[in-house]
T-cell receptor, first 114, second 110 residues
Framework: AQSVTQLDSQVPVFEEAPVELRCNYSSSVSVYLFWYVQYPNQGLQLLLKYLSGSTLVKGINGFEAEFNKSQTSFHLRKPSVHISDTAEYFCAVTLNQAGTALIFGKGTTLSVSS | KAGVTQTPRYLIKTRGQQVTLSCSPISGHRSVSWYQQTPGQGLQFLFEYFSETQRNKGNFPGRFSGRQFSNSRSEMNVSTLELGDSALYLC?????????FGPGTRLTVT
């Protein structure tokens, strides 16, 4: 069975600083990986996805993630965060190339302060 | 294009009752998935429907069921509600390996 571990439940950071949100997954077969963001009282929004090909994936709002098969990781990074990036971030995995039936991590709350 | 809509947005039910939640996907999307979000368990996949057929199913008891209509609208039903069913229920429609989530229905069971 697949599982996802988000290593940090909360990440506080100052505005314009870089940030990395860590995600490790467990699977005996190839998986597809996603990062979603959830703003307060809203649904989830897709940031980026890895299906195949280049291991460095660029997403919306300046975020990027790197797929590392040997370390079974898919960490999310942003070189300079803004106050508006404050939200909860979820890493997810699926065997389904359609990107459905997602298994989510517990989430990481990113708090950006000035 | 309109996003995913879910009705109602908020619902309060009593233990033992049943509830039906509705989801209207983005026009043209044929896949609809349901997720439960709670503080303790996080986001958990319930089931997915595609062209009126259940395509994937999570690990939830049979009290949780769903269906999809020919216009791709979907409903999920929870029978014999328990206190632990209190959660945010999210619906997502998908196209080309991207899921688009609705704002959710907040269900409170008392």
């Amino acid at each position: 069975a697949q599982s996802v571990t988000q290593l940090d439940s909360q990440v506080p950071v100052f505005e314009e600083a870089p940030v990395e949100l860590r995600c490790n997954y467990s699977s005996s077969v190839s998986v597809y990986l996603f990062w979603y963001v959830q703003y307060p009282n809203q649904g989830l929004q897709l940031l980026l996805k890895y299906l195949s090909g280049s291991t460095l994936v660029k997403g919306i709002n300046g975020f990027e993630a790197e797929f590392n098969k040997s370390q079974t990781s898919f960490h999310l990074r942003k070189p300079s965060v803004h106050i508006s990036d404050t939200a909860e971030y979820f890493c997810a995995v699926t065997l389904n190339q359609a990107g459905t039936a997602l298994i989510f991590g517990k989430g990481t709350t990113l708090s950006v302060s000035s | 294009k309109a996003g995913v809509t879910q009705t109602p947005r908020y619902l309060i039910k009593t233990r033992g009752q049943q509830v039906t939640l509705s989801c209207s996907p983005i026009s043209g999307h044929r896949s609809v998935s349901w997720y439960q979000q709670t503080p303790g368990q996080g986001l958990q996949f319930l089931f997915e429907y595609f062209s009126e057929t259940q395509r994937n199913k999570g690990n939830f008891p049979g009290r949780f069921s769903g269906r999809q209509f020919s216009n791709s609208r979907s409903e999920m039903n929870v029978s014999t509600l328990e206190l632990g069913d209190s959660a945010l229920y999210l619906c997502a429609s998908s196209l080309l390996n991207e899921q688009y989530f609705g704002p959710g229905t907040r269900l409170t069971v008392t």
